[in-house]
T-cell receptor, first 115, second 113 residues
Framework: GAGVSQSPRYKVAKRGQDVALRCDPI?????LFWYQQALGQGPEFLTY????????KSGLPSDRFFAERPEGSVSTLKIQRTQQEDSAVYLC?????????????FGNGTRLTVT | GDSVTQMEGPVTLSEEAFLTINCTYT??????LFWYVQYPGEGLQLLLK?????DKGSNKGFEATYRKETTSFHLEKGSVQVSDSAVYFC????????????FGAGTTVTVRA
């Protein structure tokens, strides 16, 4: 069965470029999350959607980061004017509901390298 | 804020050895606790969880007990296999934001035949 799909798998951007990362959650999953994982670290929460509503964006590192989920399905994480410190793996996860009782399904991530 | 500290790796073991990965947490109230695993080339997946004190989570021969008195959730397996080679992450969700996972830094485990 289809899991959470992320694209591209790898992205190399020159500093200052804008990037867009895509996440296709499991069909029917209400909740969608973005996490950022720096090399050698655990994932860090970025933002949370319930359907199309962005309920928590407290983890977004700066106003260069923007996420959307306009139809409550596919989500895009956009990073404007990329900086070297943005280099990380960006993980998307989805679940049927938003609480700890609903298992999270993670995608394989997009590895972003900013040169 | 809520945080998790787990044993640094890497850890290298022989097959059939006993594995322990220590995890302690700091949180307000009573969090839910999790172990996630990332096998090579795959996405993170839930290994086990415990939602209240003294609960024991178990899966695939792994166990972890929620110890409120020591704020710990150590992962154990009695006899590891080569297929257990992976990165293991301890994580928690707080009661107030129970959708938001806070992860430890991860422990890389390599099991040799």
């Amino acid at each position: 069965g289809a899991g959470v799909s992320q694209s591209p798998r790898y992205k190399v951007a020159k500093r200052g470029q804008d990037v867009a990362l895509r996440c296709d959650p499991i069909s029917g999953h209400v909740s969608l999350f973005w996490y950022q994982q720096a090399l050698g670290q655990g994932p860090e929460f970025l933002t949370y959607f319930q359907n199309e509503a962005q309920l928590d964006k407290s983890g977004l590192p700066s106003d260069r980061f923007f996420a959307e989920r306009p139809e409550g399905s596919v989500s895009t994480l956009k990073i404007q004017r990329t900086q070297q410190e943005d280099s990380a793996v960006y993980l998307c996860a989805s679940s049927l509901a938003g609480s700890y009782n609903s298992p999270l399904h993670f995608g394989n991530g997009t590895r972003l390298t900013v040169t | 804020g809520d945080s998790v500290t787990q044993m640094e790796g890497p850890v290298t073991l022989s097959e059939e050895a006993f594995l322990t990965i220590n995890c302690t947490y700091t949180a307000t109230g009573y969090p839910s606790l999790f172990w996630y695993v990332q096998y090579p080339g795959e996405g993170l997946q839930l290994l086990l969880k415990a939602t209240k004190a003294d609960d024991k989570g178990s899966n695939k021969g792994f166990e972890a007990t929620y110890r409120k008195e020591t704020t710990s959730f150590h992962l154990e397996k009695g006899s590891v296999q080569v297929s257990d080679s992976a990165v293991y992450f301890c994580a928690l969700t707080g009661r107030s934001n129970d959708y938001k996972l806070s992860f430890g830094a991860g422990t890389t485990v390599t099991v040799r035949a």
